[in-house]
């Protein structure tokens, strides 16, 4: 099938491919060394292209007010290419691309490059984009980042962060609701926008932004709940979080208002995408332009699934891989994005994340890239070839979650044993694994072979969107357990997350205790057991300023992100400790004569520690963090330093 189809027009094409990369042929195909814009407006004429080597015949399909108005036909030119124009001024239509192959007519599509559509996206939207700017957008800019110990992620959803009748937001759900200033919760704390920034965090990881197929934006004032990870048009922002769908220019509008806002209060934005598989294969352009390229089939014919979502795209093609590049530039570009976080990254090829990480460095180095670092299922491409997570130091630049210090800390996937915070042995090793930041170090002997080049390469994590919530987990797991303990075994994860070297990630109400009532894939479940209610801001408070301390502290001390494997290795050692839920290391500054020790009790008794004698600041205890000081110890020569049971102790002496 997929040979009949490539043959379907090779002799149209075969012919002059003027501006083509001659390197970059897919089964004779050449692909265009220039950006795509399939539809490009002018208030004088609306340009129309599209990538079709398999087409017979192409046509635009032209819309006003719901109604067809026009049938186009395009022309075939150089490169796969054909084109069309419509002169005068079309904006506020909209229009649909059609694809004859092997003589039949396949169904309409806006395309795979799209930048605006019609709600559910079945139609492309002509409209000015430089019109969606908001005003000032042109002086946005990205807040300033020079140290990668200024980092500390922050995931959220749109509907988790705002939709609750105690988050006090005007826009629940809604980008304008997390754009908003001075929102107060009932006891008069901060809630979305302004907790983030009061909890001192460096970027935001929006949950899928990008137009997803699994919520009916027709619908009004709709509050059905979605991750997002069932991707239709990947350059176009979901339109349930607008406030009016039914505009196409809103969604694209409110979003910059979201970025623009987050900029100005100091924090960058991280945009979750899913370009591994699609929400089907009949809705979305990839099969109605150019049938059987865009994905990886079985030999068989049949879609090949590594995503575990019914199909998974082909990035080592070379227009998959050019779309995925142009794609994350656009986002960039046109919408001031400071991050991408790739959902099942391991679908994808090494050479495409490098790829990536070439351009969008190009653009701004400091662009945060990072993502999941396995697949669902079994790809179907070479595995040497894919970004798994055991080859991401092939990936300068690139990071990938690390399962490790999670399931050190937390325990196994499928919760049948506990973790280091449980007091379960075993896991001292990965843990330290994590705190070396997923690098070489001569003091570790994990099971596992060192994945990361550089410690910036490593996500440390404790729990995200997907999976149980941290408290969830902990009760689940120490059913038994005062309240008191499961925040202390709380307390010493996060420790654990945010001492390591690598980059720390934390889920959106984790600091304040939130729980999604002990369901694990919440994924479409109603805001009952997704939305945060703000009222346990004030109940877990302690709680609050002790995440917000850690952050405050690893920023307080570049020792806590060395950035270089090499500096890792001479600045991080680990002291000797029999217990197996017991760990405790020293940092020591290349810059200056600090040395940080910290000391981890994962233990159920008090556990006694050895450290060189001299004063120190305590900056973490098992209460509080301050990287002022919370107090003044001395250790001798002959003493040793108790620390109680699930507790951190963090000292600092010059």
């Not at 980092?151 to 980008?175: L, N, S």
């Not at 932004?209 to 922002?237: C, K, L, M, R």
């Amino acid at each position: 099938m997929k040979q009949m189809l490539k043959t379907a027009a090779m002799s149209l094409f075969l012919i002059g491919a003027v501006g083509c990369s001659s390197s970059s042929i897919e089964g004779g195909w050449p692909v265009p060394e220039e950006p795509i814009c399939e539809m490009n407006y002018t208030p004088e004429k609306s340009q129309f292209t599209l990538w079709a080597p398999t087409a017979e015949e192409v046509e635009v399909r032209l819309y006003a007010a719901n109604e067809l108005e026009e049938v186009i036909p395009m022309q075939p030119v150089e490169c796969c290419l054909w084109t069309a124009e419509k002169e005068g001024d079309q904006q506020g239509k909209s229009y649909t691309f059609r694809v004859k192959v092997d003589g039949e007519w396949l169904k309409e599509t806006p395309g795979i490059f799209a930048r605006a559509v019609t709600p559910n996206g079945e139609r492309g939207a002509i409209i000015d984009l430089a019109a969606t700017n908001p005003e000032g957008w042109d002086e946005d800019r990205s807040p300033a980042l020079t140290a990668a110990n200024q980092i500390a992620v922050y995931e959220m959803h749109y509907r988790d962060m705002t939709a609750h009748a105690t988050a006090g937001v005007q826009h629940a759900g809604k980008y304008l609701g997390m754009a908003e200033r001075g929102t107060k919760s009932p006891d008069g704390l901060a809630t979305g926008l302004d907790h983030l920034v009061e909890l001192g965090v460096s970027h935001v990881h929006l949950l899928p932004t990008a137009d997803f197929g699994s919520i009916d934006e027709t619908v009004e004032n709709n509050t059905q709940y979605n991750w997002g990870y069932e991707p239709q048009h990947f350059n176009v922002p979901e339109g349930t979080y607008s406030t009016n769908p039914a505009d196409p220019t809103a969604r694209i509008r409110e979003l910059k208002s979201l970025v623009q806002a987050m900029h100005k209060a100091g924090l960058r934005v991280v945009l979750d995408v899913v370009y591994n598989h699609t929400t089907g294969v009949d809705r979305c352009g990839f099969e109605l332009t150019v049938p059987g390229y865009y994905y990886r089939f079985n030999a068989d014919g049949s879609f090949a699934n590594g995503s575990g979502c019914g199909n998974e795209t082909a990035s080592e093609k070379a227009m998959m891989r050019k779309f995925l590049v142009e794609s994350l530039e656009y986002w960039v570009k046109e919408y001031h994005i400071d991050g991408f976080r790739f959902d099942l990254m391991a679908i994808h090829d090494i050479e495409t994340m490098n790829l990536i990480r070439e351009r969008l460095s190009a653009i701004d180095p400091t662009i945060l890239i990072y993502g999941e670092g396995w697949a669902a299922m079994a790809p179907a491409y070479d595995e040497k070839k894919l970004a798994f997570k055991r080859y991401t130091y092939q990936m300068p630049g690139v990071a990938a979650f690390s399962d490790d210090i999670r399931n050190a800390l937390r325990g196994t996937l499928d919760c049948s044993a506990g973790g280091f915070i449980h007091g379960v042995a075993g896991n001292k090793e990965g843990l330290k694994f994590g705190i070396a930041g997923g690098v070489e170090h001569p003091a570790v002997a994990h099971a596992e072979a060192a994945w990361c080049g550089e410690p910036t390469q490593h996500m440390s994590y404790v729990t995200c969107h997907d999976d149980h919530n941290l408290r969830d987990r902990l009760e689940l797991l120490s059913p038994e357990a005062k309240e008191e303990e499961l925040l202390k075994m709380a307390k010493l994860a996060h420790v654990g997350v945010f001492t390591s070297q690598g980059l720390p990630f934390i889920f959106c109400g984790e600091e304040m205790y939130r729980t999604k009532l002990g369901e694990k894939n919440t994924y479409n479940m109603p805001d009952k057991y997704n939305a945060i209610d703000w009222g346990l801001k004030k109940q877990y408070g302690n709680l609050v300023a002790y995440v917000k301390g850690l952050i405050a502290l690893r920023k307080a001390y570049p020792a806590f992100c060395l950035g270089k494997a090499e500096l890792v290795r001479e600045h991080l050692s680990f002291l000797e400790n029999e217990e197996p839920s017991a760990l405790s290391f020293r940092l020591t500054d290349p810059n200056s004569t600090t040395e940080i020790y910290v000391l981890m009790n994962g233990e159920r008794t008090p556990i006694a520690f050895q450290i060189p004698q001299g004063d120190y600041k305590v900056v973490a205890n098992g209460e509080a963090v301050c990287p002022a000081g919370l107090s003044t110890l001395s250790v001798d020569a002959s003493a040793s330093l108790q620390v109680d049971p699930i507790e951190a102790l963090i000292l600092v002496r010059q």
